[in-house]
C-alpha cells in the first residue's frame, strides 16, 4: 500500500520565482494536512483540508501562499512569489477524519537562493 | 507560545537500556496525544498514542505514559536498540489538528 507521495523531494529556485508543491494521500483518507518544518519554528501546521474543502487555513504564513486540493487525490502548495525565508521541508500528511493518526510523506525540501 | 514542549533536546543511551522521553503540554483541551519517530530525509512516522481517558497505552517495546494532573506524557522504549536512534516528537490533538513538540534526537550506543 503506498503512502503519501510528495514531488518534487527537492527544489531550488530563485527568489521570486513561483514554486508548486504537489502532494497525494494515501487512497481511502479524507483529511489532508501540509507541514512546514523549520530550524527555528519546528513543524507547524500550515493549512488541512476535509473532504478536499479547506477548515482551517490560520497557520499560512501569508498571501504568497495557497494552497488547493481538487479532488481526494492531489493538492498543491504554491508560494509565489517565493523569498529565502520559505527555505523549509514542507510535508504532507493524510488522515481519517475520525482518527488522530496522521500519515506523512517524505516531504519537499525547498530552497530559495 | 510553546503548547507542547520537549525540554531535552537529546538523550544519549545505552543499547538494551530504557530510553525515557518526556513531554510537557499546557492545554488542558487536548485529548489525544501521539509520538512520532523522524529519521533523516523522511517523514515522521507515527510510533504510538494514547487517549486522554487513560494514562498507560504499551506496544510492543514502546510504551506511553500519561499524566493528566502534571500535563506531562512519557514515551519508554525498553530495550532500546541502535535503530531507535532518531528524532522523536511528541504531538498533542485538538479535534483534527496536531501541535508538534520540537523534537527530542535519541542516540542508542551499540
Known amino acids: 500500500d503506498a503512502g503519501v507521495i510528495q514531488s518534487p523531494r527537492h527544489e531550488v529556485t530563485e527568489m521570486g520565482q513561483e514554486v508548486t508543491l504537489r502532494c497525494k494521500p494515501i487512497?481511502?483518507?479524507?483529511?489532508l494536512f501540509w507541514y512546514r518544518q523549520t530550524m527555528m519554528r519546528g513543524l507547524e501546521l500550515l493549512i488541512y483540508?476535509?473532504?478536499?474543502?479547506?477548515?482551517?487555513d490560520s497557520g499560512m504564513p501569508e498571501d504568497r501562499f495557497s494552497a488547493k486540493m481538487p479532488n481526494a487525490s492531489f493538492s498543491t502548495l504554491k508560494i509565489q512569489p517565493s523569498e529565502p525565508r520559505d527555505s523549509a521541508v514542507y510535508f504532507c500528511?493524510?488522515?481519517?477524519?475520525?482518527?488522530?493518526?496522521?500519515?506523512f510523506g517524505p516531504g519537499t525540501r525547498l530552497t530559495v537562493t | 507560545d510553546q503548547q507542547v514542549k520537549q525540554n531535552s533536546p537529546s538523550l544519549s543511551v545505552q543499547e538494551g537500556r530504557i530510553s525515557i522521553l518526556n513531554c510537557d503540554y499546557t492545554n488542558s483541551m487536548f485529548d489525544y496525544f501521539l509520538w512520532y519517530k523522524k529519521y533523516p530525509a523522511e517523514g515522521p512516522t507515527f510510533l504510538i498514542s494514547?487517549?486522554?481517558?487513560?494514562d498507560k497505552n504499551e506496544d510492543g517495546r514502546f510504551t506511553v505514559f500519561l499524566n493528566k494532573s502534571a500535563k506531562h506524557l512519557s514515551l519508554h522504549i525498553v530495550p532500546s536498540q541502535p535503530g531507535d536512534s532518531a528524532v522523536y516528537f511528541c504531538?498533542?490533538?485538538?479535534?483534527?489538528?496536531?501541535?508538534f513538540g520540537a523534537g527530542t534526537i535519541l542516540r542508542v550506543k551499540s
Open positions: 500528511a493524510s488522515s481519517l477524519e475520525e482518527l488522530h493518526e496522521q500519515y
Open positions: 487512497s481511502g483518507h479524507n483529511s
Open positions: 483540508f476535509n473532504n478536499n474543502v479547506p477548515i482551517d
Open positions: 504531538a498533542a490533538s485538538q479535534g483534527n489538528k496536531l501541535v
Open positions: 494514547i487517549s486522554s481517558i487513560k
